[in-house]
């Protein structure tokens, strides 16, 4: 898992030029073993993250004012369970293109501003979603965090907090204020 953002695009990408179609993604983690059950109800405690070019970004909390945008090899993100993936429409960006949206994006997604009700990994990809194709992630994804923000003041402060809570395995980008 890498923090993001990190470097400048690859001159291979530069080469290509233009603009290339791909395929948008939402990858959907389990976060605990009782979606088994949830999940027939429309309900459930998911993670997600978006795929396109081969890498899937996601948000996720950290004790640091910087960016929670971090990218994995796709359907593959630590410490979760995969339990799908939904085809969310097409894009033409290249590979450079979408890595500066995400570069601009990410500064709007500190690890230390993630909260499980009101800024979750769920509303990042819910946000990337709709800038690029106009249409929101699937409700049933984001739901439980929903109807937790209609009793959020019942809820304890450590439960509103993330449990994802694990560190990159490596130095932070530091450019850029990110």
Request: charged share 15%.
């Amino acid at each position: 898992m890498r923090l993001f953002p990190l470097s400048s695009s690859s001159s291979k990408e530069q080469r290509k030029g233009g603009k290339s179609r791909a395929l948008l993604y939402l990858n959907i983690y389990d976060l605990t073993p009782i979606n088994n059950y949830l999940y027939w109800f429309g309900l459930g405690i998911f993670h997600s993250g978006i795929e396109v070019h081969g890498l899937e970004y996601a948000f996720g909390a950290h004790e640091y004012p910087t960016s929670g945008v971090f990218e994995v090899e796709p359907r593959s993100c630590p410490g979760f369970i995969f339990r799908r993936s939904v085809l969310l429409g097409s894009i033409d960006m290249s590979p450079s293109g979408f890595r500066s949206f995400m570069e601009h994006l990410s500064g709007e997604y500190h690890g230390d501003t993630y909260h499980l009700i009101a800024k979750n990994c769920n509303h990042f990809t819910d946000e990337v979603c709709m800038r690029l194709t106009g249409k929101p992630i699937p409700g049933w994804v984001n739901r439980m965090a929903r109807l937790g923000s209609f009793c959020n003041c019942l809820l304890p402060e450590n439960f509103q907090v993330t449990a994802v809570r694990h560190l990159p395995d490596h130095q932070a980008y530091s450019g850029n204020g990110f």
